[in-house]
């Protein structure tokens, strides 16, 4: 499995891309360095920093038929790619 997993795209980071920072979903064993460098491979940007942060898996019900099924959702890994000025990456080239 590779460094990158998919590109973060909610209305909270869609906001920060206007300040040129991108989120993405990574490996959880990647470190900082490693997520920088594959996305100036990948994307052919300048990357200023990277700030990283796991997010907890969330408590999941759901009523069924049958009855009450619960689960939980799997944690991961976030990171926020700052970028250099006047860079940016576009995710929805090529749909």
Do not use: C, H, R, W
């Not at 460094?3 to 973060?8: C, F, N, V």
């Not at 049958?66 to 749909?95: H, Q, W």
């Amino acid at each position: 499995m590779g460094i990158l997993i998919k590109p973060l795209i909610t209305e909270k980071v869609s906001k920060l891309n206007e300040q040129s920072m991108f989120g993405f979903v990574v490996n959880k064993d990647a470190n900082k360095i490693e997520i920088k460098k594959e996305v100036e491979k990948v994307y052919s940007v300048t990357v200023l920093s990277v700030n990283t942060m796991i997010t907890a898996g969330k408590q999941k019900t759901k009523y069924t038929k049958s009855g009450v099924m619960s689960g939980k959702s799997k944690s991961f890994k976030k990171a926020i790619v700052t970028l250099k000025e006047g860079e940016i990456i576009d995710f929805y080239n090529g749909i």
